[in-house]
């Protein structure tokens, strides 16, 4: 698929935390892309553009976008209302598009970096397909949490939360952050493709303990989270 470059309309703003915010965007046509791939987002008439991952199933009539408020662009995206024009242009390639040809597929997400597993996720929860996914997803404190009530409807994959700045006294999930040691608690990590979006820091330090594990780093696919 060739990216394309299209007009959108704000349809909905939704609040997903303090900080994130996700934007419904509109167009009549059918937007196609991998789940996995990204998108990059303008405002119209202007140059600067930054890319976002798509976290809505393919093929419909809007995309949705899931960002953290993190500099200038991020926080004009912030101010966005119903009806207000953003320009995407995609898809575009990345690292992390779903092949259902995998046997295992392991997510690692921090943050907002669950954005593009979203895609994923909503596009394979009705289809009958093999491969066995497994997503573990680290934040902070459990009001971090994005899409979580989704997330725990989603009763054909199995989702692992970790919580890395507090336990809450009904907290049954895990604590600390993401490492191969629990990876492999959860995972049957043969024949895996690993899966893995969050900060920089994130990303190579499960990047190193994967290929420290001797798993072959063809099968690790990482991006970080703008």
Request: with cysteine; charged share 30%; hydrophobic share 35%.
């Amino acid at each position: 698929m060739q990216p394309q470059l299209q007009t959108f309309n704000v349809k909905e703003v939704i609040d997903r935390s303090n900080n994130v915010k996700s934007l419904i965007l509109e167009n009549n046509k059918a937007v196609k892309f991998i789940p996995g791939q990204y998108c990059f987002v303008s405002f119209p008439n202007e140059k600067l553009q930054r890319p976002f991952s798509y976290c809505n199933e393919s093929g419909k009539r809007h995309i949705e976008l899931t960002f953290k408020k993190t500099g200038y662009f991020t926080g004009r995206l912030f101010e966005l209302r119903k009806n207000d024009r953003l320009v995407i242009k995609g898809p575009c390639g990345g690292p992390l598009r779903l092949n259902e040809n995998y046997k295992n597929v392991i997510l690692i997400a921090g943050g907002v970096g669950i954005a593009p597993f979203m895609s994923i996720l909503r596009t394979l929860k009705n289809k009958n397909i093999r491969t066995k996914i497994n997503l573990f997803y680290s934040n902070k404190t459990k009001e971090d949490i994005l899409f979580k009530d989704e997330l725990d409807s989603y009763k054909k994959f199995k989702i692992i939360y970790t919580l890395t700045k507090e336990k809450p006294s009904a907290w049954n999930g895990e604590t600390g952050r993401i490492n191969f040691k629990l990876i492999k608690k959860y995972s049957d990590i043969s024949d895996s493709v690993f899966y893995v979006c969050g900060p920089d820091k994130m990303n190579t330090d499960i990047y190193n303990e994967l290929i420290n594990a001797g798993m072959d780093k063809r099968n690790i696919r990482t991006e970080k989270w703008l």
